[in-house]
């Protein structure tokens, strides 16, 4: 697909999203949301992501926790923390540290549809025979994702709108997830 193709392809999405997902909020519900009849921790959960990867001289630890607040049973926003420390022995170390902002809206009560910004900065550390190479950047990626929801847990696939593949961090713009919520 053609660059220009693909942008506008993108723009098309966010502006749908962002112009039908908000409409959707104002349909007919009673003149109390939960918001108002609860207090404001009895709408917020927290969860993250917790992983380890470890094989063949390649470890792969990252901890991202996170906490969103719920605005009635349909609409969520929240932001969250990421640290992943990678090596491969006698090749590289990298760390990556960054957040993110996320809005969930549930169509169904199975249905999950996600617009994440995430920024993270990228230490990298390349070893060679002569000398260690450093590079040193920072990631950004504009995610639109869905998934499968059963009561605090969410398993799909997030797309990155501003992916690049000479320039990004992750090796696809197509990644799964596991989301979780308590």
């Known amino acids: 697909m053609k660059k220009n193709t693909f942008n506008a392809l993108a723009k098309s999405v966010l502006l749908t999203l962002f112009l039908v997902i908000p ?15 609860e207090g404001f921790w009895d709408n917020v959960q927290f969860g993250g992501g ?7 001289d390649f470890t792969d630890i990252t901890i991202a926790p996170s906490a969103i607040y719920n605005f ?15 090596k491969q022995k006698n090749l590289f170390a990298s760390n990556v540290l ?6 969930l809206y549930n ?7 996600s617009l994440e910004l995430e920024q993270v900065h990228v230490n990298t550390t390349y070893v060679d025979l002569f000398n260690n190479a450093k ?14 929801r059963a009561d605090n847990v969410t398993i799909g696939a997030r797309f990155n709108l501003l992916f690049d593949k000479d320039k990004d961090l992750y090796g696809d713009a197509l990644m799964p997830f596991v989301r979780i919520y308590f």
């Open 98 to 103: 960054g957040a993110n902002l996320i809005g």
């Open 72 to 86: 009635n049973e349909h609409f969520a926003l929240g932001s969250g923390l990421q640290y992943s420390r990678l």
């Open 135 to 148: 590079r040193s950047f920072w990631n950004t990626g504009l995610y639109v994702g869905g998934g499968y």
């Open 23 to 37: 409409l959707s909020g104002f349909s007919q519900e009673p003149s109390s949301s939960k918001a108002e009849t």
């Open 107 to 113: 169509p169904l009560e199975e249905i999950q549809l």
């Open 50 to 56: 917790l992983g380890v990867a470890i094989g063949n």
